[in-house]
């Protein structure tokens, strides 16, 4: 996503299915703490699709750690004003809900913003999971952004968002700015200039490798080759 004077156009110069965070300098924006998303399932059978570094995927240069133990980690690095993100939501929550047991969908919060705007939303997902709200706060910041058009700039509109969904003021004020909440949002975004983000959608797999849609073709390619690349580190670990 190219960042320019207003968050509604945040996303006008992207790629056709990811807003693109490269050479981004102005207002608008667009060690891991566990896992959100996992379920019980068979292992799947190997892919069989061979899928080539450097055309379908990359990897990074420096392994980013892992905080899930012996599981294998996906994780999105995801922005709540971004509308691909929003679109890929429905598609990425069907996959994780089919996830075999040595696999675990974790999210991280995008900031590349110089004004700190993405910081701040990136204290929503951090916040709504200290309250125990994450799942309606995670849907409602994403609707609010690209369905009603808000930008969630301040403190006082994000505090709207989270008494709406049943959180009360004085919960919302001692959580946000916590130091609990502050370390996993500087944690986020260490990891992301780990993971050499480029725009959002991008799923990283085991802190090794990076898949976007601009090498995947689509959201749904990006989980074809994640999943390639989840059985390519299964058999790596026999």
Not at 14 to 28: I, K, M, P, R, Y
Not at 89 to 97: G, I, R, V
Not at 134 to 140: E, G, I, K, N, Q
Request: with cysteine.
């Amino acid at each position: 996503m190219q960042k320019i004077g207003k968050w509604l156009l945040a996303c006008l110069f992207v790629t056709t299915l990811g807003c693109n965070a490269e050479q981004s300098d102005s207002s608008a924006p667009g060690a891991p703490s566990g896992p959100e998303t996992s379920a019980a399932q068979v292992k799947p059978a190997p892919v069989n699709v061979d899928y080539q570094e450097g055309v379908h995927y990359e990897v990074l240069p420096q392994p980013v750690p892992t905080a899930t133990g012996d599981k294998i980690e996906v994780t999105e690095v995801f922005w709540y004003g971004c509308s691909h993100c929003f679109d890929f939501e429905p598609t990425l929550e069907k996959w994780a809900e089919q996830l075999p047991d040595d696999v675990v969908l974790i999210r991280n919060p995008a900031q590349w913003d110089a004004q700190g705007i993405m910081a701040r939303h990136a204290r929503i997902y951090y916040t709504a999971r200290a309250l125990g709200v994450l799942d309606a706060v995670h849907t409602a910041a994403f609707e609010a952004m690209n369905v009603e058009r808000q930008e969630l700039r301040t403190e006082e509109g994000i505090a709207k968002l989270f008494v709406e969904q049943g959180v009360s003021r004085e919960d919302f004020d001692k959580t946000f700015n916590s130091f609990g909440v502050t370390s996993a949002v500087r944690q986020a975004e260490s990891r992301q200039r780990g993971y050499r983000t480029q725009g959002t959608p991008e799923l990283i797999v085991d802190g090794k490798y990076r898949v976007s849609t601009r090498q995947a073709g689509s959201h749904e390619g990006m989980l074809k080759v994640v999943d390639f690349l989840v059985d390519k580190i299964r058999r790596e670990r026999q």
